[in-house]
């Protein structure tokens, strides 16, 4: 997947901002833009864009391990970009967790960044 493909979908979750970022809003800023500085975490939330996946499913289209694939959803998960739903199977004893996107929107501009 190439860079304009991110630019894309990054640019259609744009909103315009008419307010400076002020205060506690620069480290949410700083986390959410960290958190999708690398082209895995990328490449995720472009797969979670797609709907609600299991942790398998979004390694296997990413193309990382599954313990690559829960780091980087981790992060992405810590900076508020992705919730996590656990469902039990009970004859089977085990858990599967499942991920997605929660909403977001950023845009980023030397205006938003201005102090008023």
């Known amino acids: 997947m190439g860079v304009h493909e991110y630019e894309k979908l990054i640019c259609n979750q ?4 008419s307010t400076a970022v002020t205060g506690m809003e620069y480290e949410e800023l700083a986390s959410k833009l960290s958190a999708l500085g ?4 990328l490449a995720i939330v472009k ?25 980087h959803l981790k992060k992405l998960r810590e900076a508020g970009l992705v919730e996590t ?3 039990t199977l009970e004859d089977e004893a085990r ?5 997605k996107l929660r909403p977001f929107n950023i845009h980023l501009s030397p205006e938003t960044l201005k102090e008023e």
């Open 14 to 17: 744009m909103i315009t901002r």
């Open 95 to 99: 858990a599967l967790r499942y991920y």
């Open 85 to 87: 739903r656990v469902v």
């Open 47 to 71: 797969v979670l864009a797609d709907g609600e996946q299991y942790l398998s499913e979004v390694a296997k289209r990413v193309g990382v391990s599954r313990a690559l694939a829960k780091v």
């Open 38 to 41: 690398h082209p895995t975490r």
